[in-house]
């Protein structure tokens, strides 16, 4: 089973190697038959010129590899085609450090991003990468246009704008000392059923006796203009209009307002446009409704300031307008009522660069309502890019306030970008391939809602440097059927073969194939290759780094003897299926290496003297001793004293060795057993195993076997110490409780027994003085006399005297 599942794994390991090389190596995959087409399959490839590069049996697009490959091969490097892209910055003007109240700049002469122009020259597959800064001037002028909707709901609203312009002024100059103000309005397309055509609705359109001006489209009521009165003036003489349905015409001004630049007065600043409504709005399709089937164009149709091609195009479309928006620079504001808050929302979604904000039910609130969503407008930077040519990608990466970096799709982008703040975006552009003409492209990076942008010319290297040097009808291409560059044939329409010295149509004759095959056999290139010319073309493998050889393919490079899954051994290249050994190897497989330094012991002695040096490995002629030296020697005494300490502290994380367990204790591997059964038995291993038994500190024992197993020292030890088990102190104190108790009953016993036995001697004793005592009848033995005689001892003295 473990064969199995070792052959299997190995299989895989092959298959995902080749699929991995298959994959990855594009200069192999792209088959280039000439250098210009090597260095388009990708940066990594390059072109040998060599013109003595190929072996026989191989092919003109063997010359196209990665470059490590070809100097393996050997390739001179300096004879190798790769070249490289470059960067050239053709206007680099600084970013503008101006200050509000300084000395007034044109509006050209203030410069908010960083580099304007530069060329790249791009190699397939290899980016260039630039950095490109924005910078958000101070005092940067302001263009704005405010289009209105004069439907009659908005009637109370028209009162409180006629004095928009000087209010606006006033709060503008605290953002810029340069700005603009223009008013325009819109209602509805004049065709049925957007309004009602009958002759007297056309002249007043409102109900009762309210008086309403003649519906219109759309109408540029006043140009851009820095006059704050002048704006209040023309606007306060504005009347209301009226239409049939609730949705208005308003896309058709915002297309008009876009495109007529001309007429609405815009500059190269920032472009505002503030659109105000209370109602939602037409967009394409819904022309059909007036029998108005045809496109909107895009075009400018003002006519005396009013939009005349109203009845004969189509709104524009949500798309329309967004490209509009974007190719003129211009930053929407939609001031809408509460009600269509949700639609416009959905709206902003859609167009770059655009905000959305709250109208009080009479726009009272516009001034603020305009301030909060410039602010909102120009705190954020968006990047974009014009159509890219066929083949190129761009890709951003933002550098913004507080070191926050983003890529992706967020990488186009900063936000909360305050006045001067500086953010940096990097740039990088890749080509694949050529465009097909080889044409140099120009493309352009611009922040959305500034007129500012980097222009990019785009080269592209599509040719080797050698090409220029190629030598057509060159007489080394048989005779000239072909262009010698490069080193090698790039052959005529109509000729094949590594000199053109063929024909297409004369390619795959009999005698032809007769002269690739090996000793008159049956297999053409020994199946390895085609034969082409009547010359053997080997075919290529996915790994580039094998390869077939020779003059009828019968070579290869990787079908030599492996040892340790490694070709010749990795000490060797295979030339014909035969390994050539470096220097101090040798075998079939390259894998017995005659250096004897890998065998000399501690001691300096070839494999401590107790073996033989075979291949760089001891073979130790004493069984009792092992290793790669022949200096182990696991049953030897004193082996289980040498290694106590680090089985102790590595098992059980205690000895003297503790602290130093780590650096000390690491020539072996252990393994942990659960008890003393599972511990390798002598004779269950080819390999000598000794058991070991120590004692710790605590004077527990713990047990393992010490064992070399191909080099490889194993430690097998019992996970559990074996400590003595302690006293048991209730039955120790109740057996000395007892005891004592039963050594003073004991006492008690033997007391009373000699007491006993004293008694009954005494006893006996006094019955035996009892019977032999003699009484006198008379006298009481113990009576004693009261009656006590003394004699005075001077009594006799002085009867003498007398």
């Known amino acids: 089973?473990?064969?199995?599942?070792?052959?299997?794994?190995?299989?895989?390991?092959?298959?995902?190697?080749?699929?991995?090389?298959?994959?990855?190596?594009?200069?192999?995959?792209?088959?280039?038959?000439?250098?210009?087409?090597?260095?388009?399959?990708?940066?990594?490839?390059?072109?040998?010129?060599?013109?003595?590069?190929?072996?026989?049996?191989?092919?003109?697009?063997?010359?196209?590899?990665?470059?490590?490959?070809?100097?393996?091969?050997?390739?001179?490097?300096?004879?190798?085609?790769?070249?490289?892209?470059?960067?050239?910055?053709?206007?680099?003007?600084?970013?503008?450090?101006?200050?509000?109240?300084?000395?007034?700049?044109?509006?050209?002469?203030?410069?908010?991003?960083?580099?304007?122009?530069?060329?790249?020259?791009?190699?397939?597959?290899?980016?260039?990468?630039?950095?490109?800064?924005?910078?958000?001037?101070?005092?940067?002028?302001?263009?704005?246009?405010?289009?209105?909707?004069?439907?009659?709901?908005?009637?109370?609203?028209?009162?409180?704008?006629?004095?928009?312009?000087?209010?606006?002024?006033?709060?503008?100059?605290?953002?810029?000392?340069?700005?603009?103000?223009?008013?325009?309005?819109?209602?509805?397309?004049?065709?049925?059923?957007?309004?009602?055509?009958?002759?007297?609705?056309?002249?007043?359109?409102?109900?009762?006796?309210?008086?309403?001006?003649?519906?219109?489209?759309?109408?540029?009521?006043?140009?851009?203009?820095?006059?704050?009165?002048?704006?209040?003036?023309?606007?306060?003489?504005?009347?209301?209009?009226?239409?049939?349905?609730?949705?208005?015409?308003?896309?058709?001004?915002?297309?008009?307002?876009?495109?007529?630049?001309?007429?609405?007065?815009?500059?190269?600043?920032?472009?505002?446009?503030?659109?105000?409504?209370?109602?939602?709005?037409?967009?394409?399709?819904?022309?059909?409704?007036?029998?108005?089937?045809?496109?909107?164009d895009g075009k400018c149709h003002l006519e005396n300031n009013v939009y005349t091609m109203s009845h004969y195009y189509d709104y524009p479309s949500i798309a329309h307008l967004v490209q509009k928006l974007s190719d003129n620079n211009i930053q929407t504001i939609f001031a809408v009522t509460e009600e269509f808050q949700p639609v416009y929302q959905e709206l902003k979604n859609l167009i770059p660069k655009s905000a959305v904000g709250t109208l009080s039910a009479n726009s009272s609130n516009v001034i603020n309502l305009i301030i909060d969503a410039y602010n909102s407008l120009s705190s954020e930077v968006i990047l974009e890019n014009s159509k890219l040519p066929e083949g190129v990608t761009i890709a951003y990466t933002s550098r913004c306030k507080n070191g926050v970096v983003s890529e992706g799709e967020n990488g186009r982008k900063c936000s909360n970008i305050s006045i001067g703040d500086e953010v940096m975006f990097t740039i990088s552009v890749t080509s694949k391939g050529c465009p097909k003409e080889g044409k140099s492209e120009v493309i352009k990076i611009k922040p959305l809602g500034f007129t500012e942008e980097v222009e990019i010319t785009l080269n592209f290297i599509c040719e080797c440097e050698c090409h220029k040097d190629g030598i057509k009808n060159s007489q080394r291409c048989h005779f000239g059927n072909g262009t010698y560059e490069c080193g090698a044939c790039k052959c005529n329409e109509g000729r094949v073969g590594r000199q053109c010295e063929c024909s297409s149509n004369d390619v795959a004759t009999e005698d032809m194939d007769r002269t690739c095959r090996k000793d008159n056999g049956t297999d053409i290139c020994s199946n390895n290759g085609e034969c082409v010319c009547g010359t053997c073309e080997c075919k290529k493998r996915d790994n580039p780094e094998e390869r077939y050889s020779g003059?009828?393919?019968?070579?290869?490079?990787?079908?030599?003897?492996?040892?340790?899954?490694?070709?010749?051994?990795?000490?060797?290249?295979?030339?014909?299926?035969?390994?050539?050994?470096?220097?101090?190897?040798?075998?079939?497989?390259?894998?017995?290496?005659?250096?004897?330094?890998?065998?000399?012991?501690?001691?300096?002695?070839?494999?401590?003297?107790?073996?033989?040096?075979?291949?760089?490995?001891?073979?130790?002629?004493?069984?009792?001793?092992?290793?790669?030296?022949?200096?182990?020697?696991?049953?030897?005494?004193?082996?289980?004293?040498?290694?106590?300490?680090?089985?102790?502290?590595?098992?059980?994380?205690?000895?003297?060795?503790?602290?130093?367990?780590?650096?000390?204790?690491?020539?072996?591997?252990?393994?942990?057993v659960k008890d003393r059964d599972k511990l390798p038995q002598p004779g269950d291993s080819s390999y000598p195993v000794m058991h070991c038994k120590e004692r710790d500190a605590n004077d527990c024992w713990f047990y393992y076997t010490y064992a070399v197993n191909n080099n490889k020292t194993e430690v097998h030890v019992v996970s559990t110490l074996d400590c003595p088990a302690g006293p048991d102190i209730i039955p120790i104190v109740a057996g000395v409780v007892a005891g004592i108790v039963l050594i003073g009953l004991a006492l008690l016993l033997i007391w009373k027994l000699l007491m006993i036995i004293h008694d009954r001697r005494e006893f006996a004793k006094f019955e035996k003085e009892?019977?032999?005592?003699?009484?006198?009848?008379?006298?009481?033995?113990?009576?004693?006399?009261?009656?006590?005689q003394f004699q005075n001892p001077n009594y006799g003295r002085k009867a003498a005297a007398l």
């Open 1 to 296: 089973m473990d064969l199995k599942l070792l052959l299997i794994s190995t299989l895989l390991g092959v298959l995902c190697y080749s699929n991995a090389q298959k994959e990855g190596n594009e200069c192999i995959n792209a088959n280039a038959k000439y250098c210009g087409e090597c260095i388009q399959a990708g940066a990594k490839c390059g072109w040998c010129t060599d013109p003595d590069f190929l072996q026989q049996g191989e092919t003109v697009s063997t010359r196209c590899d990665e470059l490590q490959s070809l100097i393996k091969r050997g390739c001179d490097e300096a004879m190798i085609e790769n070249p490289h892209g470059e960067q050239k910055v053709l206007k680099n003007k600084a970013v503008t450090n101006r200050r509000k109240g300084a000395e007034k700049l044109k509006p050209e002469d203030i410069t908010q991003i960083q580099p304007q122009k530069l060329s790249l020259t791009l190699r397939s597959g290899e980016p260039q990468s630039f950095d490109l800064k924005f910078k958000r001037a101070e005092d940067y002028p302001i263009d704005l246009y405010y289009l209105m909707d004069l439907s009659y709901s908005m009637k109370d609203d028209l009162e409180n704008v006629k004095n928009l312009g000087t209010s606006l002024m006033l709060e503008m100059s605290k953002i810029t000392s340069d700005f603009r103000i223009g008013f325009g309005s819109f209602v509805e397309k004049t065709v049925m059923p957007y309004i009602s055509t009958t002759p007297a609705k056309l002249l007043n359109p409102c109900t009762g006796d309210q008086n309403c001006t003649s519906p219109f489209s759309y109408k540029n009521v006043l140009k851009l203009t820095s006059d704050g009165k002048k704006f209040n003036t023309l606007v306060g003489q504005q009347q209301i209009s009226g239409n049939l349905d609730s949705p208005e015409g308003g896309f058709d001004a915002i297309m008009q307002v876009a495109v007529c630049g001309g007429q609405i007065g815009w500059r190269n600043v920032t472009r505002l446009l503030v659109f105000s409504t209370d109602a939602g709005f037409h967009f394409a399709g819904d022309g059909k409704l007036g029998g108005i089937v045809l496109p909107n």
């Open 551 to 672: 003059q009828y393919c019968e070579c290869d490079n990787f079908n030599c003897d492996r040892s340790g899954n490694k070709l010749c051994g990795g000490h060797g290249r295979c030339e014909c299926r035969v390994c050539v050994c470096d220097p101090m190897w040798t075998g079939s497989a390259c894998d017995c290496s005659l250096d004897n330094s890998t065998c000399m012991a501690s001691n300096k002695q070839i494999c401590n003297g107790r073996g033989t040096c075979e291949c760089g490995i001891c073979k130790c002629t004493n069984p009792k001793f092992q290793g790669p030296t022949c200096e182990t020697c696991p049953t030897c005494p004193g082996v289980c004293t040498q290694h106590k300490e680090c089985v102790q502290c590595r098992a059980f994380n205690t000895g003297e060795k503790k602290e130093s367990c780590a650096t000390d204790c690491t020539d072996f591997e252990l393994i942990k």
């Open 770 to 788: 009892k019977m032999n005592a003699k009484w006198d009848t008379q006298d009481n033995p113990i009576y004693k006399s009261p009656i006590n």
